[in-house]
């Protein structure tokens, strides 16, 4: 259990900056892939965009990385067994995955209530209310995994 509670202290006293990694991360991936899209309008200024009520919402990447050490200690308590590396991965980027589906709707839903939404999926394939699409499953699985990778601390 005193290992337990130094894992508590050293992530809250980390996560001001890992908020910030991974709200600074998530903002350049979205211009990064808003800019790729205009390829397929064919608008060759690659203009990206993203707003900065998004930088709240990907800082929450920094939880992910503790919520999946959390699930790995429920999956696997005690000292005896530990998992591949391959099978964390996997484990941790379809939990990522489904945490970033779901605090992308809730989110969204909030600010589509204020009419502050800056996304809308409607129309697009596999959208659920306009506020998520299944089909960036892929995408939020690596991204949850980038987000554990940035805020992983260095040698553990």
């Given at each position: 259990m005193k290992g337990m509670k130094t894992l508590s202290q050293?992530?809250?006293k980390q996560l001001p900056l890992n908020f910030c990694k991974c709200g600074v991360t998530g903002w350049c991936l979205e211009v990064i892939f808003t800019?790729?899209?205009?390829?397929?309008?064919?608008?060759?200024?690659l203009m990206g965009q993203t707003s900065l009520l998004m930088f709240p919402i990907y800082g929450c990447g920094a939880l992910l990385g503790p919520i999946g050490d959390l699930i790995d200690r429920w999956v696997n308590p005690g000292t005896g067994f530990t998992?591949?590396?391959?099978?964390l991965a996997i484990r941790h980027g379809f939990?990522?995955?489904?945490?970033?589906?779901?605090?992308?709707y809730f989110a969204g839903s909030l600010l589509r209530g204020r009419g502050m939404c800056p996304w809308d999926y409607t129309g697009r394939n596999s959208n659920i209310d306009g506020l998520i699409r299944l089909d960036f499953a892929p995408l939020w699985f690596a991204t949850g995994l980038l987000f554990e990778q940035i805020t992983k601390k260095k040698g553990g």
């Open positions: 050293l992530n809250l800019s790729t899209e205009s390829i397929l309008r064919q608008d060759w200024r998992a591949k590396k391959a099978d939990l990522y995955m489904v945490l970033i589906f779901v605090a992308e």
